[in-house]
């Protein structure tokens, strides 16, 4: 187990650097220049601007020590400063990233939840009218983009009913109740589908189970059907209910990026778009950087639960 | 075959939803009732009436005619960039899978890369960085889904290679082409169909999550993501604005899956994980 452990964070991260890397140079192979694009293209700007900002960039030395001196730089949490209002990428992260990660982690409880219980009830009662209603339903789940689920859910019930916010932002310090009232659409607009996927997975990966052996042997060694249930074949059908919650987690982060938007959450995914739609080099590496490293860092997690859960693997 | 596609209930159904889209995208020009760019800045988010079957937008275009306009940019993305994927991952899985060792593990590696970035984030970044259009996107959804493809084709090479008719074959003196081409190719053929349909929603739903960001297809032209991101501003005033582009996004995107569902049925009972 140790070993799997070593290795597998060792390949987060190499992970990790390839994204480094990666992010440095598609900034540095795009065509034009990128202190140009910054200072916009609508009007004619003065050489003198473009070489102090170039030079402010690190962009008038020698590639590779470009590339060094970046590499060091991210060593040592340091992306930079942004460019149109010079404060430090770092202090945007740092800001904003504790409320991406609490909408991403909300929904993926939530989504977890409602998936698991209603993949295991359709399971159970499998050709009964429970089992068609969650698999029509969860088969309608998936291909609903979330930003269609979250505009339905803000014209119903902020526009019709005016029960909850249609979005924004209230500190968790200054008024809980606000702040989670706040949270309440955006998370089940994200996790919504997600439970679909979840349910989809549980119900078949449960009835792999139950159409074993072992499970009639189970109850005919006079186990209780609850203690079949959730003793043994959930125990066993868990394996790839974690694969399939670990691999939401790349959905959800495309999704936080589309509800924060919709909502008007400002969160890390809002400050990216912000910086792409500015060019803000430095601030798009950062959010980038930061995400993707996220997204590796929970895969590398659910690898090793995966592995904790499937001697097999390791 | 084909008679074993009708006879799946859901196989219909999936056709029957995408069936009216693909006409539609195909005589487009023919229906359209105004010119989908034409601004009309007296009628501003009107309802249906005679001259506009489905209402106006803000800026007092046809909905109905960038509705249907709107469905070729999206189709063209999402069967290119899956094209792109299929080509690219199945040769990249096929000379992974045959021939192994340091091909291997630098062409599946190569792959993984691009298993490193959250998939809409990486499309936010080359967007970012070099601008949108339809070919950017085709290039940067295709690259995107390379690896399921490479991923697929290569656990079906392993899986055929070391079977007896391989063998026999080239025992034969048959070549590595020939073998690749007549001997694996076909065998592995089914799985890569099922993700073909999955990997078109999938795309679908990236262009127009992308379009809705408004980093997509670039306006003025028309594209579903970009009118739902356009209408959200407008969900009071005119519901209508944005009820068409969703509805039609959804059952799309829903056709498609169902149709990937059935093909699951259909070409491999044995296969029962849905991812």
């Known amino acids: 187990m140790i070993r799997f452990l070593i290795k597998r964070i060792f390949l987060a991260l190499i992970q990790i650097f390839i994204v480094l890397s990666l992010v440095f140079l598609l900034l540095h192979i795009m065509p034009g220049d990128p202190a140009v694009l910054a200072l916009g293209t609508d009007r004619t700007v003065d050489p003198q601007v473009v070489e102090a900002l170039r030079h402010e960039l690190g962009l008038d030395k020698p590639i590779l020590e470009q590339y060094l001196i970046y590499i060091?730089?991210?060593?040592?949490?340091?992306?930079?400063?942004?460019?149109?209002?010079?404060?430090?990428?770092?202090?945007?992260?740092?800001?904003?990233?504790?409320?991406?990660?609490?909408?991403?982690?909300?929904?993926?409880?939530?989504?977890?939840?409602?998936?698991?219980?209603?993949?295991?009830v359709a399971a159970l009662e499998r050709k009964k009218a429970a089992d068609i209603i969650t698999t029509s339903l969860a088969a309608l789940g998936i291909s609903l983009p979330v930003f269609v689920l979250g505009t339905l859910f803000i014209y119903v019930f902020s526009f019709s009913l005016r029960l909850l916010p249609a979005g924004g932002f209230i500190a968790l310090s200054k008024n809980a109740g606000a702040h989670y009232a706040r949270l309440v659409l955006p998370v089940a607009t994200l996790a919504l589908p997600m439970a679909a996927s979840i349910a989809r997975m549980t119900r078949s990966s449960m009835l792999e189970v139950l159409n074993?052996?072992?499970?009639?042997?189970?109850?005919?060694?006079?186990?209780?059907?609850?203690?079949?249930?959730?003793?043994?074949?959930?125990?066993?059908?868990?394996?790839?209910?974690?694969?399939i919650i670990g691999l939401q987690f790349g959905n959800l982060i495309g999704g936080t990026v589309l509800i924060e938007y919709l909502f008007n959450l400002p969160g890390l995914c809002s400050v990216l778009l912000k910086a792409i739609s500015y060019r803000d080099y430095p601030l798009i590496q950062g959010c980038i950087f930061v995400m993707s490293s996220f997204y590796i860092l929970v895969n590398m997690f659910v690898d090793i639960l995966y592995g904790a859960l499937d001697p097999r693997v390791r | 075959m084909l008679k074993r596609c009708f006879r799946n209930r859901t196989f219909i159904i999936s056709i029957l939803m995408l069936l009216p889209f693909m006409l539609i995208a195909i005589l487009g020009p023919l229906i359209v009732t105004h010119d989908p760019l034409a601004i009309d800045?007296?009628?501003?988010?009107?309802?249906?009436?005679?001259?506009?079957?489905l209402g106006t937008d803000e800026f007092g275009r046809d909905i109905f005619s960038r509705l249907i306009l709107g469905i070729r940019p999206t189709l063209i993305v999402a069967l290119g960039s899956t094209g792109l994927a299929f080509f690219l991952g199945f040769?990249?899985?096929?000379?992974?899978?045959?021939?192994?060792?340091?091909?291997?593990?630098?062409?599946?590696?190569?792959?993984?890369i691009v298993l490193c970035f959250p998939p809409i984030l990486l499309a936010l970044m080359i967007v970012a960085f070099w601008g949108s259009g339809i070919v950017i996107l085709i290039f940067i959804i295709g690259i995107l889904y390379t690896p399921h493809f490479a991923r697929i084709t290569y656990s079906g090479v392993?899986?055929?290679?070391?079977?007896?008719?391989?063998?026999?074959?080239?025992?034969?003196?048959?070549?590595s082409f020939r073998i690749l081409k007549r001997g694996i190719s076909p065998n592995i053929m089914s799985p890569l169909i099922i993700q073909v349909s999955l990997t078109i929603a999938s795309a679908i739903l990236l262009e127009a999550g992308l379009s809705f960001l408004g980093v997509g297809i670039l306006p003025p032209a028309p594209s579903w993501g970009q009118m739902i991101g356009a209408a959200k501003g407008y969900v009071m005033l005119s519901p209508n604005y944005?009820?068409?582009?969703?509805?039609?996004?959804?059952?799309?995107?829903?056709?498609?899956?169902?149709?990937?569902?059935?093909?699951?049925?259909?070409?491999?009972?044995?296969l029962n994980n849905e991812t």
């Open chain 1, 72 to 120: 060091k730089n991210v060593a040592n949490l340091n992306f930079g400063n942004s460019i149109t209002d010079k404060v430090p990428v770092m202090s945007y992260i740092a800001e904003r990233i504790p409320r991406t990660i609490e909408l991403a982690f909300l929904s993926i409880i939530v989504a977890s939840i409602i998936g698991v219980v209603l993949g295991m």
């Open chain 1, 212 to 243: 074993k052996e072992v499970v009639q042997t189970l109850y005919a060694k006079g186990l209780s059907r609850q203690k079949v249930v959730f003793g043994h074949v959930l125990r066993n059908a868990m394996i790839p209910i974690v694969t």
């Open chain 2, 41 to 53: 800045s007296v009628n501003i988010l009107k309802p249906p009436s005679r001259t506009y079957i």
């Open chain 2, 91 to 112: 040769i990249i899985g096929l000379l992974a899978g045959y021939y192994g060792g340091v091909v291997e593990q630098l062409l599946m590696r190569m792959v993984d």
């Open chain 2, 158 to 175: 392993i899986q055929v290679k070391t079977l007896a008719y391989i063998e026999s074959e080239r025992s034969l003196g048959a070549s």
């Open chain 2, 242 to 270: 944005i009820f068409w582009p969703s509805l039609c996004l959804c059952l799309t995107i829903l056709g498609t899956n169902l149709l990937g569902d059935s093909l699951r049925d259909i070409l491999d009972p044995k």
